[in-house]
């Protein structure tokens, strides 16, 4: 299969089982080849990019419906590439780092990334992954999520389920997509503690024998109380509980709106 034109970042499309646009993004041809041809077969259309700055231009013109981000290429790497796009869209964004630091691999998490592989990484993961984010999204768009709850609201902090949006004393947060749903599976139970596996399911969507790395979660708790809470230091919402994992306090404040 050939791989998609450099030029103006459109990709050859199957328009009779079209899931959507991904963009490939890897300074490696054979990982670009491998990826498209994989995932054009399960009825993705794929662009693809060799470098930081060609991604951005073809973001531009293609308008994915996800991006997989590779974190150490030319003219500008994946950090980078992910600090760009969070100022401006909340696509899905999964990166992938050959970086052995375990810091260094959750970087492009605390940039906004949704999910990380290491590689070398299992494509049949990878599509795994893709698939589970891309219905999380698309699942904003023909549902009002969980259950009809109109507006909660606790204290200076308001949900609207139905547009998923969040504000904190009238001025509306910037949240990526899994950020909302994190959120908003922590205020619809105030009080129960998930754990890390259990968000990892009910947000990530993945299953019990995907053994996604639990840090995803605590950095996007972290990127999370820095956006809602006053002193993130010493949160008032999102609490850790010890040994378990997380929840969210204030039961007695939350009142539901229509």
């Given at each position: 299969?050939?791989?998609?034109?450099?030029?103006?970042?459109?990709?050859?499309?199957?328009?009779?089982?079209?899931?959507?646009?991904?963009?490939?993004?890897?300074?490696?041809?054979?990982?670009?080849?491998?990826?498209?041809?994989?995932?054009?077969?399960?009825?993705?259309?794929?662009?693809?990019?060799?470098?930081?700055?060609?991604?951005?231009?073809?973001?531009?013109?293609?308008?994915?419906?996800?991006?997989?981000?590779?974190?150490?290429?030319?003219?500008?790497?994946?950090?980078?590439?992910?600090k760009?796009?969070?100022?401006?869209?909340d696509v899905?964004?999964?990166?992938?780092?050959?970086?052995?630091?375990?810091?260094d691999?959750?970087?492009?998490?605390?940039?906004?990334a949704?999910?990380?592989?290491?590689?070398?990484?299992?494509?049949?993961?990878?599509?795994?992954?893709?698939?589970?984010?891309?219905?999380?999204?698309?699942?904003?768009?023909?549902?009002?999520?969980?259950?009809?709850?109109?507006?909660?609201?606790?204290?200076?902090?308001?949900?609207?389920?139905?547009?998923?949006?969040?504000?904190?004393?009238?001025?509306?947060?910037?949240?990526?997509?899994?950020?909302?749903?994190?959120?908003?599976?922590?205020?619809?139970?105030?009080?129960?503690?998930?754990?890390?596996?259990?968000?990892?399911?009910?947000?990530?969507?993945?299953?019990?024998?995907?053994?996604?790395?639990?840090?995803?979660?605590?950095?996007?708790?972290?990127?999370?109380?820095?956006?809602?809470?006053?002193?993130?230091?010493?949160?008032?919402?999102?609490?850790?509980?010890?040994?378990?994992?997380?929840?969210?306090?204030?039961?007695?404040?939350?009142?539901?709106?229509?």
């Amino acid at each position: 299969m050939l791989e998609s034109s450099r030029c103006g970042g459109t990709a050859l499309r199957n328009l009779s089982d079209d899931k959507g646009t991904i963009l490939v993004v890897d300074d490696e041809a054979s990982i670009r080849r491998i990826l498209q041809t994989r995932l054009e077969m399960i009825g993705y259309s794929v662009v693809t990019a060799s470098d930081g700055e060609e991604a951005l231009s073809a973001f531009r013109l293609s308008t994915p419906d996800l991006i997989v981000l590779d974190v150490m290429m030319p003219k500008l790497d994946g950090y980078g590439v992910c600090k760009q796009l969070r100022s401006y869209s909340d696509v899905p964004i999964i990166m992938l780092t050959a970086l052995g630091d375990v810091a260094d691999r959750i970087t492009g998490l605390e940039l906004g990334a949704d999910d990380y592989m290491a590689k070398p990484f299992s494509p049949k993961e990878l599509e795994s992954r893709i698939r589970s984010l891309l219905r999380r999204r698309n699942d904003r768009t023909t549902t009002t999520a969980i259950s009809n709850l109109g507006v909660m609201v606790v204290d200076n902090l308001k949900i609207d389920t139905n547009k998923r949006q969040v504000y904190k004393a009238g001025e509306r947060l910037p949240l990526t997509g899994v950020e909302y749903s994190l959120l908003e599976l922590l205020m619809r139970y105030p009080g129960k503690s998930f754990t890390r596996g259990e968000i990892l399911q009910q947000v990530w969507g993945y299953n019990a024998e995907q053994h996604a790395d639990t840090r995803v979660v605590d950095v996007h708790i972290s990127r999370l109380r820095l956006k809602l809470e006053d002193d993130p230091e010493n949160p008032e919402y999102i609490l850790t509980q010890r040994g378990s994992g997380y929840l969210f306090q204030g039961i007695s404040k939350l009142k539901h709106q229509s």
